[in-house]
Each structure stands twice: as structure tokens, then as C-alpha cells.
């Protein structure tokens, strides 16, 4: 297990995401975004709405993919958390 927060992902806040895979810190980076737009902040609107495209061009997100990949590769396993 590691984490990212929603910054390293290219979002406003330093909200914990953790996940087996980067893949599950995507998933989590995505589900973050929604709720927290769906409630009215205003701060992540612009990181909802790239995370969006990028779902929906996923070629023109590669980039951004293999760069997050990347960086969750090189980050520490979590200590006390499996």
C-alpha cells in the first residue's frame, strides 16, 4: 500500500489517497474529485474537469499515466498500513 495525495495527482489539496496499485490511486484520486465537486468546492472544479478528460481521451492522457506510474513506483511502501 502507498500513498499520493490529491497535489501529486495534479489536484488543490494534500488529501491522502492510498492504493495497491497506482491504478487504485487513480480510481481514488477520481472518486475524490467527484464527491468534493458534487459538494460545492469550487478548488478541484479545474482538476475534475482534466481527471475527466483524461478519462475520456485516455491516448492524450498517457503522459500524465505513465508519469503518475512512475512516481508511486519510486514512493516507500506505507509503514503500518497492508
Known sequence: MKTMT?????????????GETA????????????DVVRAGDTNHEAARKEMKGRWRHPIAGRGWYREVKRTYAELPEDKGRS
Open 6 to 18: 490529491c497535489r501529486q495527482l495534479g489536484g488543490p489539496c494534500d488529501h491522502a489517497l492510498h
Open 23 to 34: 491504478d487504485d490511486v487513480i480510481k481514488a484520486q477520481d472518486k475524490h474529485l467527484r
